[in-house]
């Protein structure tokens, strides 16, 4: 039970960051999956793509797939409205962040 609720309240922060880093960069799932690892969220390739297409509709991501080694990979970059919501998205973390600090 506790799990599951701790998992609602990460999807925001994992959406966040896959915004921060689609920035960045272009981001394909298994990078994604590997790099949320490192910070703690164990999540699975079956949470993580659906995420994705999901920013993509919301036109936050956009996709593009390339051909690596003989298969198609996708990446996704942040979109001018990924970028706004992303500075959005900080600004109000941060301001709650502050708040909820100890």
């Given at each position: 039970m506790e799990q599951?609720?701790?998992r609602k309240l990460f999807l925001g922060f994992i959406q966040i960051h896959i915004l921060h880093h689609a920035k960045e960069h272009p981001i394909y799932g298994s990078?994604?999956?590997d790099e949320l690892k490192e910070h703690g969220y164990d999540i699975s390739a079956g949470t993580?793509?659906?995420i994705l297409h999901n920013m993509e509709s919301d036109g936050l991501l956009?996709?593009?797939e390339r051909n690596v080694d003989g298969k198609i990979r996708k990446y996704y970059t942040a979109t001018a409205k990924?970028?706004?919501i992303l500075e959005?998205?900080?600004a109000?973390?941060?301001?709650?962040?502050k708040e909820i600090k100890e």
């Open positions: 599951r609720i701790l990078w994604m999956l993580l793509y659906p956009q996709k593009e990924g970028e706004d959005k998205a900080r109000q973390a941060y301001e709650l962040f």
